[in-house]
């Protein structure tokens, strides 16, 4: 059967003063009906840029999408015209975005920014939509849902107003939702919360869903299958059990590295990834990671990686087999590291 979703070699760029920002450079994944995938990596990396070009909201100007293509259900959304679009979004594609306070319409209420797609996509009356609202209201969890129907977006605390981009997004019952960070600034209990509801739902609805973070907690506890990525491209993809008992690219093992564990003997400090993220503005043909990588060698100054199968459904971009167990090199080529 052929995946729901399917991004092939996808380029987003954005034209700055300072030069092209390639903030998506060349990313290819899929996603099956009914299942979620995991993508993960740190800020910057091109998750959220990679969603938005999915739903083609990237703003132009700077941003533009130069290349690939975004096949949803056979069909390319980059060939879609923006009326198409229009009927795409928030009815078969819909998307929590990271903050709901900056999502949500101040001045209109919940209900209305609710009801307002079930108009449009699925052609309800006013009545009809507003007891849709009230269903979904109470759905995610809104106590008291028909009176809350007509309050405004700063009369809910966060987790709440997390709970309405939710139910916004459900609304229409989407084939494909993607969730970009949607626990971000929310403490751990609603956290857990809001994740165990996205489950739920998308058990009851099966929905395939697109979780972006940068707990890789939340997702072992979440995917089937994980996606990660760096300075704007995947370097290792594959089942989520897999990626997390053998990952194979030194970025990934970096990540489950630098979090505590309960298996782990006790006051066993954290390894960070020393340094920051790259500049995507005229990066050389190198390894993305090698400024930080312990593992890093001569060869990964001459070319970038490209992703190679280590196991059954599972890939890596880096040159050499490195696993969990690789010692760590004593004596690093200190011009290579740094």
Do not use: W
Not at 10 to 16: A, E, K, N, P, S
Not at 114 to 124: A, D, F
Not at 244 to 267: C, H, K, Q, V, W
Not at 301 to 327: K, Q, W, Y
């Amino acid at each position: 059967m052929a995946p729901l979703l399917e991004v092939r070699d996808l380029r987003t760029y954005f034209h700055t003063q300072d030069g092209i920002v390639k903030a998506v450079d060349g990313v290819s994944f899929y996603v099956n009906r009914g299942e979620t995938l995991g993508i993960v990596g740190e800020s910057g990396c091109g998750k959220s840029v990679t969603s938005l070009s999915i739903m083609r909201l990237i703003p132009s100007p700077p941003g533009k999408i130069v290349g690939g293509q975004i096949l949803f259900d056979g069909e390319d959304l980059l060939q879609a015209s923006e009326e198409e679009m229009r009927h795409i979004r928030g009815n078969r594609i819909a998307m929590i975005f990271q903050d709901p306070m900056t999502s949500l319409n101040p001045v209109l209420t919940v209900g209305r920014q609710i009801t307002e797609s079930l108009e449009l996509h699925l052609k309800l009356s006013k009545k009809e939509a507003r007891d849709r609202a009230i269903e979904l209201l109470d759905m995610v969890g809104i106590p008291s849902a028909s009176k809350r129907l007509d309050n405004y977006p700063h009369q809910f605390s966060g987790g709440m107003r997390q709970r309405v981009m939710i139910a916004m997004a459900l609304s229409c019952n989407p084939e494909l939702l993607i969730a970009d960070e949607p626990t971000t600034a929310l403490d751990v209990t609603i956290q857990a919360q809001i994740l165990e509801l996205i489950n739920r739902l998308r058990e009851e609805l099966e929905t395939a869903v697109i979780l972006i973070t940068h707990d890789l907690g939340v997702v072992a506890g979440m995917t089937d299958r994980v996606t990660v990525m760096y300075a704007g491209k995947v370097v290792e993809e594959g089942p989520t059990s897999e990626i997390f008992a053998n990952p194979r690219m030194p970025y990934t093992i970096g990540l489950l590295r630098s979090i505590p564990r309960l298996d782990e003997e006790r006051g066993r400090r954290l390894t960070p990834i020393r340094g920051l993220p790259p500049n995507l503005i005229d990066l050389p043909p190198i390894c993305p990671f090698s400024p930080r990588c312990d593992y890093a060698r001569e060869e990964c100054l001459a070319s970038v990686p490209e992703l190679r199968s280590v196991g059954t459904d599972h890939r890596a971009a880096c040159h050499f087999d490195i696993t969990l167990e690789t010692p760590v090199p004593r004596t690093m080529t200190t011009d290579v590291a740094a």
